[in-house]
């Protein structure tokens, strides 16, 4: 079995301020995911990327940007918090691209705060 | 637009069973997923389903009705432990999740 680390499980930041959350895997996967979860909302997807170095914008993508250097590790960064973005952020990987029925597995998530 | 509706809440009995409802409208359709969330946790793949009917996986079952837009996850014989947030998602025609809000499921002993 494997396991997805996000880190920080919580992190607080100031309105304006760059943030940046972390996200490890060791399944050997080649696709990762970041989503937000909203209270009362549906995952929005905001990045993923089906390889190292490859990077694909999802709907909620304006405000974040992201990085994949290596397979294992796929981090999002919070250009400029705001207090409405204040959510869960999960991320997720799995075995292959769009076009099958693969499983997603999930991170504990990092909640973020902004004050 | 597309979209994927469940119920806010659900509330059933300890050794009894729940039935937990997901209805969608999406551009195409490739299937189905159902996870279970926990407070605080990651959420975990429970159910894909892909052709019409009924797909019992023992404590879980999942029925998909496409003419209807329609399925439910069937929790049979509950125990306090299933108490947890029951999240739908439909995969569309460009194989894009949408994903529904999600069920919270309270068990009462």
């Known amino acids: 079995g494997g396991i997805i680390t996000q880190t920080p499980k919580f992190l607080i930041g100031q309105e304006g301020q760059k943030l940046t959350l972390k996200c490890q895997q060791n399944?050997?996967?080649?696709?990762m995911y970041w989503y937000r979860q909203d209270s009362g909302k549906g995952l929005r997807l905001i990045y993923y990327?089906?390889?190292?170095?490859?990077?694909q914008k999802g709907d909620l993508s304006e405000g974040y940007d992201a990085s994949r250097e290596k397979k294992s590790s796929f981090s999002l960064t919070v250009t400029s918090a705001q207090k409405n973005e204040m959510a869960v952020f999960l991320c997720?990987?799995?075995?292959?691209?769009?076009?099958?029925?693969?499983?997603?597995?999930f991170g504990s998530g990092t909640r973020l705060t902004v004050l | 637009g597309q979209g994927v509706e469940q119920p806010d809440n659900l509330m059933s009995v300890e050794g009894t069973f729940a039935r937990v409802n997901c209805t969608y409208s999406?551009?195409?359709?490739?299937?189905l997923s159902w996870y279970q969330q926990r407070e605080g946790h990651a959420p975990v793949f429970l159910s894909y389903?892909?052709l019409d009917g009924l797909k019992d996986s023992g404590h879980f079952s999942t029925f998909l009705s496409r003419s209807n837009g329609y399925s439910y996850l069937l929790l049979t014989e509950l125990q306090i432990k299933d108490s947890a947030s029951y999240l739908c998602?439909?995969?569309?025609?460009?194989?894009?999740?949408?994903w529904g809000s999600g069920t919270k499921l309270i068990i009462k002993p």
């Open positions: 389903v892909v």
């Open positions: 399944f050997n996967h080649d696709t």
């Open positions: 999406t551009s195409g359709f490739n299937g």
């Open positions: 990327s089906i390889t190292e170095n490859d990077l």
């Open positions: 997720a990987s799995s075995t292959s691209d769009w076009g099958s029925a693969e499983t997603l597995y």
């Open positions: 998602a439909v995969r569309d025609s460009n194989y894009q999740l949408i």
